[in-house]
């Protein structure tokens, strides 16, 4: 069983990137994922979090109570959720927006570039694809031809292509990260 | 009420990573709810938003009223057009729904009206769930009445539930609630959609026989007569004042009598039909946590942690809310130590518990404010204490 | 029941309209509501329209009983809601002619919101309003239409709240048939009713009558014959009325006429055309297809005209008559 949670701040898709992982699995690599989500009232802005737990058999407890991975796209939400991620976690985090307090080796950290590889692609909006790759790159909790077949209807046609290169960007990186650090046991806690 | 297989031109047959709102607007479409009236409101407007957005092509009708008394008062008008109907709403909404469904429990008009829970009392926390309307929406509308109410667990559920309360609705001209709250609503999981032929539908029970004979009431107490569909050339009245099996005001006490114990008893009498319970691990133990939605699966986990701890725990969940499990409740009572009864609300169908408890075991409540869920861990502690 | 009520009931000329089994009804002497039901089942019988397609929904009142009478489809409803339930039942069912039958106090008190939007929505709903300035039922209150200075039992004083002006509220808010009569005007009303019923939209007639037991009676104002007198004095009939200038104070000059006939989608109209526009040939609402919904409206459209053909040859008579009795007359 793992326990995902996405954070970052309101209009950054971070209710879609638990989406898209949350559809992958459930519909394409015959897992149980529940997805679940917390933000306040406002639709921008503010620490935004989305949760999936993922399982071989179905899901009876619907939260994550200590995630094994956390994907953080702001500060804020990297000084809310990093102490509950559990030890020897996965923290990948945005490394433009995201200053850790010290490295104090009790999780495994992936800082990434998301945001300037997404500008690179033409638009800041793709940078939670190029999470969702670097994501899927580090956790293998989910196979990247899965993610790519849930995008249709969550992204909108007429940027399919750009978001699959976008997560493909994500994706290459994510696979150098782990090279020159792999996981500690080998797969995501 | 016999079932016939659910018109293919509503069904979204296959597998869909859904939240439950949305699950409820495709169990409606499956159902053959073509007729949906419905005011926004958080967090419910995504079924709306779905049935809106998906009925165009299903040969469905939305319409977003001005509020939620006039969204129960179209699906009034709508039910004796001939359409099945539903609306959904949340707290505030649901408390202005009240005098139309009196209406509609009065008038014997089917519709299916699903309550999104969040926290009150008022506005309360709009975008976070809450177990608080379970006492609303038994006892919400004036005078005295029975409903059936529905609760689901899950996206899946979302979507099973809506067709059986509208087969529910349909079979006993009742109005058919489906009480979730925010969090089922939002939550996504996959959601198995079968083939149109798999999902059993119970149409409308249209009434064939002389026009002249026509009754919209049989005041039986098991069975509700026939309906008609305005424009048919029945002619009937219906009216929210005691009335006969004309459907004409009879304002006698006798009378009165006679509708409302028939309102009462076509839910009672056949409560054994209607009522849809989860079972697990009920068998020889010593506590049983009786819980219902969001709060099942967030008792599961402190079932199970009692279990690790060696004491025999049994789960029963309540799909049916209203009419309520009574009888099954009252049989294991005399069996065990003890019930645990968590819910977010301060005491709600706890004490449906205890009163078909009668004393014969110890009925422990867990409450908890709205707006979140539970920690297993308090419902932990009251299962042991429960099995002391 | 005696001979009499037994022959009254068969042979009554209203027994093809009203469910004579249910006779008498509860309205007071004087009362201006029978007038209506007459003319209303005059227009029923004059248009020729199928009385199994016209449904009629009430609120709660006085008024609100004439669902109860009409041997009709009818729904007898909760207080202000009449409107949102034609609605619906409009809609479900887009062949029926939906009819509201409701007092001020119903449609304009409790009901106030249901009724600007449905003439927002321009839904195709025909809602005549028996405007008698109180709340019959519940013993002669205060309602949004109560004359300023009129005596009612919650003012007890006399009103001074600024009152609602029917008419004008109804084209303010968007419906395309707007008339107003009395209780007198007998015929008027019937003809009103017929084009209504001709129009396509949401129609809104307000037919002033007297609640003889209160209104009159608190305010010292005579029987059921008095009101008629006061109509018969102070009602005037006009041209090209702006609905500006229509309001009522107490015991003041009534205008009547038909004040507003235009010409607008209705509300189902709207919903196909933006449906059919976007979704082509797989929009079918109720499984009719775009040809299937053409015929409907053009068989609707010729009926629409032959209707009021009828209904102008028939003035033109009635015209034709009254003119040759005043000849005689002198």
Same mark, same amino acid.
């Given at each position: 069983m793992h326990e995902v949670r996405f954070s970052g701040f309101?209009?950054?898709?971070i209710v879609r990137c638990a989406l898209i992982t949350g559809k992958a699995l459930a519909m394409y690599d015959d897992k149980y994922a529940t997805m679940t989500q917390s933000f306040g009232?406002?639709?921008?802005?503010?620490a935004c979090s989305s949760q999936l737990v993922v399982s071989e058999s179905r899901v009876q407890y619907p939260y994550v109570t200590e995630p094994g991975v956390l994907v953080a796209l702001s500060q804020d939400a990297y000084n809310k959720y990093e102490p509950q991620l559990r030890d020897g976690g996965i923290l990948i985090y945005e490394e433009n927006l995201v200053k850790p307090i010290g490295d104090t080796g009790r999780t495994q950290v992936y800082p990434a570039p998301v945001t300037r590889f997404a500008e690179e692609l033409?638009?800041?909006?793709f940078a939670n694809l190029v999470t969702l790759g670097v994501f899927t790159a580090i956790t293998r909790i989910v196979t990247p031809d899965a993610m790519k077949k849930a995008l249709p209807g969550l992204v909108p046609d007429r940027f399919l292509p750009v978001n699959i290169k976008a997560f493909d960007r994500g994706y290459e990186y994510g696979l150098e990260l782990l090279e020159r650090h792999p996981l500690a046991r080998g797969v995501a806690p | 009420m016999r079932k016939s297989a659910a018109d293919p031109k509503g069904v979204l047959s296959g597998s869909h990573f859904l939240d439950g709102d949305h699950a409820l607007a495709e169990g409606a479409l499956a159902a053959g709810c073509r007729f949906f009236a419905g005011y926004p409101i958080t967090p419910s407007t995504e079924t709306a938003e779905r049935f809106a957005e998906r009925c165009p092509a299903v040969g469905g009708l939305f319409i977003q009223m001005e509020d939620e008394i006039a969204s129960v008062a179209a699906l009034i008008g709508a039910a004796w057009g001939g359409q099945k109907v539903m609306t959904v709403t949340s707290g505030p909404g649901f408390s202005l729904m009240m005098e139309n469904i009196g209406l509609a429990v009065m008038t014997e008009t089917p519709m299916v009206i699903a309550n999104v829970q969040r926290a009150g009392p008022s506005t309360g926390l709009p975008t976070l769930p809450a177990q608080q309307d379970m006492m609303q929406v038994r006892w919400g509308s004036q005078g005295d009445y029975r409903v059936i109410a529905l609760c689901p667990d899950s996206p899946q559920e979302c979507f099973d539930l809506a067709v059986e309360a509208f087969n529910l609705s349909e079979t006993y001209r009742v109005p058919t609630f489906i009480m979730t709250d925010e969090t089922v609503g939002h939550m996504h999981e996959k959601v198995v959609i079968p083939p149109a032929d798999q999902i059993g539908v119970v149409g409308r029970n249209w009434y064939q026989g002389p026009k002249a004979d026509?009754?919209?009431?049989?005041? $039986? &107490?098991k069975d509700v007569a026939p309906m008609v569909k305005a424009g048919d050339g029945y002619r009937f009245h219906i009216t &929210?004042? $005691?009335?006969?099996e004309r459907g004409y005001p009879n304002l006698t006490v006798e009378q009165n009598e006679k509708v409302v114990t028939h309102l009462i008893e076509k839910i009672d009498s056949n409560a054994d039909r209607i009522i849809r319970l989860d079972e697990d691990e009920i068998e020889g133990a010593e506590v049983v946590v009786i819980s219902y939605g969001i709060t099942s699966r967030i008792a599961s986990r402190a079932v199970q942690l009692a279990r690790e701890a060696g004491i025999k725990t049994g789960s029963l969940r309540l799909i049916t809310i209203w009419p309520f499990a009574e009888k099954r409740i009252a049989e294991l009572a005399g069996k065990i130590k003890g019930f645990v009864v968590p819910e977010i609300n301060y005491g709600q169908m706890v004490r449906e518990v205890e009163r078909s408890a009668a004393g014969q075991c110890k009925v422990v409540g867990v409450g908890h404010c709205g707006g979140a869920v539970h920690d297993p861990e308090e419902i932990l502690a009251a299962i042991q204490e429960a099995a002391k | 029941m005696n001979m009499n009520d037994q022959t009254f009931r068969v042979e009554s000329p209203m027994a093809e309209f009203l469910r004579m089994e249910r006779m008498p009804h509860i309205w007071c002497p004087g009362c201006g509501i029978g007038t209506v039901v007459n003319s209303f089942a005059e227009a029923v019988k004059k248009s020729n329209i199928d009385m199994d397609k016209l449904a009629v929904v009430s609120g709660i009142g006085c008024t609100g009983r004439v669902a109860g009478y009409v041997?009709?489809?009818?729904l007898h409803t909760t207080h202000g809601r009449a409107i949102p339930v034609a609605t619906g039942l409009k809609l479900a069912n887009p062949e029926l002619k939906v009819v509201v039958v409701s007092g001020d106090g119903d449609l304009f008190g409790i009901g106030g919101n249901h009724f600007i939007h449905a003439a927002r929505r321009n839904m195709d709903i025909v809602v005549i309003c028996v405007n008698n300035f109180t709340y019959g039922m519940t013993g002669g209150q205060l309602t949004p239409t109560t004359p300023q200075t009129a005596n009612a039992s919650t003012t007890p004083y006399g009103n001074y709240e600024y009152p609602f002006s029917l008419p004008f509220l109804a084209d303010a808010c968007g419906a395309t048939y707007v008339a107003r009569w009395t209780s007198l005007h007998a015929r008027n009303i019937t003809k009103s009713i017929r084009e209504a019923f001709n129009h396509k939209g949401f129609s809104f007639i307000e037919v002033i009558a007297p609640c003889t037991t209160l209104y009159q009676r608190r305010n010292r104002l005579g029987d059921g014959l008095d009101a008629l007198n006061y109509y018969k004095e102070e009602a005037e009939v006009g041209q090209e009325i702006d609905t500006r200038d229509v309001g009522i104070d107490f015991q003041s000059e009534i205008r009547m006429g038909r004040f507003v006939k235009r010409d607008k989608p209705t509300y189902y109209e709207a919903v196909n055309e933006r449906y059919a526009n976007v979704l082509g040939d797989d929009y079918q609402l109720y499984g009719m297809s775009k040809p299937e919904r053409e015929e409907k409206a053009r068989r609707e459209a010729e009926e629409r005209i032959r209707m009021q053909a009828l209904l102008e040859e028939e003035e033109a008579r009635l015209l034709a008559e009254d003119i040759g009795t005043d000849e005689e007359g002198v």
């Amino acid at each position: 069983m793992h326990e995902v949670r996405f954070s970052g701040f309101g209009g950054q898709g971070i209710v879609r990137c638990a989406l898209i992982t949350g559809k992958a699995l459930a519909m394409y690599d015959d897992k149980y994922a529940t997805m679940t989500q917390s933000f306040g009232p406002e639709a921008r802005g503010g620490a935004c979090s989305s949760q999936l737990v993922v399982s071989e058999s179905r899901v009876q407890y619907p939260y994550v109570t200590e995630p094994g991975v956390l994907v953080a796209l702001s500060q804020d939400a990297y000084n809310k959720y990093e102490p509950q991620l559990r030890d020897g976690g996965i923290l990948i985090y945005e490394e433009n927006l995201v200053k850790p307090i010290g490295d104090t080796g009790r999780t495994q950290v992936y800082p990434a570039p998301v945001t300037r590889f997404a500008e690179e692609l033409g638009n800041r909006l793709f940078a939670n694809l190029v999470t969702l790759g670097v994501f899927t790159a580090i956790t293998r909790i989910v196979t990247p031809d899965a993610m790519k077949k849930a995008l249709p209807g969550l992204v909108p046609d007429r940027f399919l292509p750009v978001n699959i290169k976008a997560f493909d960007r994500g994706y290459e990186y994510g696979l150098e990260l782990l090279e020159r650090h792999p996981l500690a046991r080998g797969v995501a806690p | 009420m016999r079932k016939s297989a659910a018109d293919p031109k509503g069904v979204l047959s296959g597998s869909h990573f859904l939240d439950g709102d949305h699950a409820l607007a495709e169990g409606a479409l499956a159902a053959g709810c073509r007729f949906f009236a419905g005011y926004p409101i958080t967090p419910s407007t995504e079924t709306a938003e779905r049935f809106a957005e998906r009925c165009p092509a299903v040969g469905g009708l939305f319409i977003q009223m001005e509020d939620e008394i006039a969204s129960v008062a179209a699906l009034i008008g709508a039910a004796w057009g001939g359409q099945k109907v539903m609306t959904v709403t949340s707290g505030p909404g649901f408390s202005l729904m009240m005098e139309n469904i009196g209406l509609a429990v009065m008038t014997e008009t089917p519709m299916v009206i699903a309550n999104v829970q969040r926290a009150g009392p008022s506005t309360g926390l709009p975008t976070l769930p809450a177990q608080q309307d379970m006492m609303q929406v038994r006892w919400g509308s004036q005078g005295d009445y029975r409903v059936i109410a529905l609760c689901p667990d899950s996206p899946q559920e979302c979507f099973d539930l809506a067709v059986e309360a509208f087969n529910l609705s349909e079979t006993y001209r009742v109005p058919t609630f489906i009480m979730t709250d925010e969090t089922v609503g939002h939550m996504h999981e996959k959601v198995v959609i079968p083939p149109a032929d798999q999902i059993g539908v119970v149409g409308r029970n249209w009434y064939q026989g002389p026009k002249a004979d026509y009754r919209p009431y049989q005041f $039986t &107490g098991k069975d509700v007569a026939p309906m008609v569909k305005a424009g048919d050339g029945y002619r009937f009245h219906i009216t &929210g004042l $005691t009335h006969d099996e004309r459907g004409y005001p009879n304002l006698t006490v006798e009378q009165n009598e006679k509708v409302v114990t028939h309102l009462i008893e076509k839910i009672d009498s056949n409560a054994d039909r209607i009522i849809r319970l989860d079972e697990d691990e009920i068998e020889g133990a010593e506590v049983v946590v009786i819980s219902y939605g969001i709060t099942s699966r967030i008792a599961s986990r402190a079932v199970q942690l009692a279990r690790e701890a060696g004491i025999k725990t049994g789960s029963l969940r309540l799909i049916t809310i209203w009419p309520f499990a009574e009888k099954r409740i009252a049989e294991l009572a005399g069996k065990i130590k003890g019930f645990v009864v968590p819910e977010i609300n301060y005491g709600q169908m706890v004490r449906e518990v205890e009163r078909s408890a009668a004393g014969q075991c110890k009925v422990v409540g867990v409450g908890h404010c709205g707006g979140a869920v539970h920690d297993p861990e308090e419902i932990l502690a009251a299962i042991q204490e429960a099995a002391k | 029941m005696n001979m009499n009520d037994q022959t009254f009931r068969v042979e009554s000329p209203m027994a093809e309209f009203l469910r004579m089994e249910r006779m008498p009804h509860i309205w007071c002497p004087g009362c201006g509501i029978g007038t209506v039901v007459n003319s209303f089942a005059e227009a029923v019988k004059k248009s020729n329209i199928d009385m199994d397609k016209l449904a009629v929904v009430s609120g709660i009142g006085c008024t609100g009983r004439v669902a109860g009478y009409v041997k009709l489809d009818s729904l007898h409803t909760t207080h202000g809601r009449a409107i949102p339930v034609a609605t619906g039942l409009k809609l479900a069912n887009p062949e029926l002619k939906v009819v509201v039958v409701s007092g001020d106090g119903d449609l304009f008190g409790i009901g106030g919101n249901h009724f600007i939007h449905a003439a927002r929505r321009n839904m195709d709903i025909v809602v005549i309003c028996v405007n008698n300035f109180t709340y019959g039922m519940t013993g002669g209150q205060l309602t949004p239409t109560t004359p300023q200075t009129a005596n009612a039992s919650t003012t007890p004083y006399g009103n001074y709240e600024y009152p609602f002006s029917l008419p004008f509220l109804a084209d303010a808010c968007g419906a395309t048939y707007v008339a107003r009569w009395t209780s007198l005007h007998a015929r008027n009303i019937t003809k009103s009713i017929r084009e209504a019923f001709n129009h396509k939209g949401f129609s809104f007639i307000e037919v002033i009558a007297p609640c003889t037991t209160l209104y009159q009676r608190r305010n010292r104002l005579g029987d059921g014959l008095d009101a008629l007198n006061y109509y018969k004095e102070e009602a005037e009939v006009g041209q090209e009325i702006d609905t500006r200038d229509v309001g009522i104070d107490f015991q003041s000059e009534i205008r009547m006429g038909r004040f507003v006939k235009r010409d607008k989608p209705t509300y189902y109209e709207a919903v196909n055309e933006r449906y059919a526009n976007v979704l082509g040939d797989d929009y079918q609402l109720y499984g009719m297809s775009k040809p299937e919904r053409e015929e409907k409206a053009r068989r609707e459209a010729e009926e629409r005209i032959r209707m009021q053909a009828l209904l102008e040859e028939e003035e033109a008579r009635l015209l034709a008559e009254d003119i040759g009795t005043d000849e005689e007359g002198v």
